[in-house]
């Protein structure tokens, strides 16, 4: 026989307000993986401090962490991660801008003393007369420095003394044509230094010599060079 007590009555009568509710728990949500992504992309944007073409990372991440965040506000009760999407993309500008502005810097200033940067944009020639720029003639017999990809004379891969320094990677194969003599400058190594083909880009500096009338035989740069410096060294 079940006593009744004044507790057992107490509870009968016991009825929630609307403050007294109990709370109700959320869903399960799942993570957006492309959040992840562009967590993963923003931890590695640092690598743009080593080289340019580590800046696709940075920008991976930016394009993926916003795709992934307007998944997000679209479906905002069955996928999450807000967080780890805005995180990532924040790694990528700071990390990125950083590694970015560090190359700038090394490759503007880690100029030899003595030596002026000339790049093959400054070397180019007038496209309506053909003239070389006058900043370039008054360079004749002055020591610079020039960022290019080694081209090749022979099939030669290793003791290369002589080499056509050539403005993009396309042009540095083997043979290939060059359609103006100004994207070119013929080094030609001084001091006995013998050299590795390289593919990477490189700087060369030495002593520029301009011939003011040129044709595709005679190219107008000539740079008796002391100073190679390639990835690595």
């Not at 962490?65 to 307007?70: N, P, S």
């Not at 990532?88 to 503007?108: D, E, F, K, Q």
């Not at 030669?156 to 083997?174: A, C, N, Y």
């Amino acid at each position: 026989m079940k006593i009744k007590t004044e507790f057992d009555s107490s509870l009968r009568g016991l009825r929630y307000t609307d403050d007294q509710q109990p709370m109700e728990t959320d869903d399960y949500r799942a993570i957006e993986s492309r959040s992840i992504l562009a967590l993963i992309f923003g931890i590695f944007s640092f690598f743009t401090i080593f080289s340019w073409w580590f800046a696709f990372i940075p920008l991976a991440s930016l394009i993926v962490g916003w795709l992934a965040l307007q998944k997000i506000f679209t479906t905002q009760k069955e996928i999450t991660g807000f967080k780890l999407a805005v995180t990532g993309m924040t790694l990528a500008i700071v990390l990125g801008i950083v590694g970015m502005s560090w190359n700038y810097w090394s490759y503007h200033n880690l100029t030899p003393a003595g030596y002026q940067l000339v790049e093959f944009s400054d070397l180019a020639a007038d496209p309506k007369t053909g003239k070389i720029p006058d900043e370039i003639l008054a360079l004749n017999g002055k020591y610079v420095f020039v960022p290019g990809f080694m081209s090749s004379l022979t099939p030669d891969m290793t003791g290369i003394t002589e080499f056509p320094l050539v403005r993009t990677l396309q042009r540095s194969k083997f043979g290939s044509a060059t359609p103006n003599p100004t994207e070119m400058v013929m080094v030609k190594m001084v001091n006995g230094q013998k050299l590795n083909y390289c593919v990477d880009e490189v700087k060369v500096g030495g002593i520029l010599h301009v011939q003011k009338d040129y044709d595709y035989n005679n190219l107008p740069y000539q740079l008796d060079a002391t100073i190679f410096r390639s990835k690595g060294f």
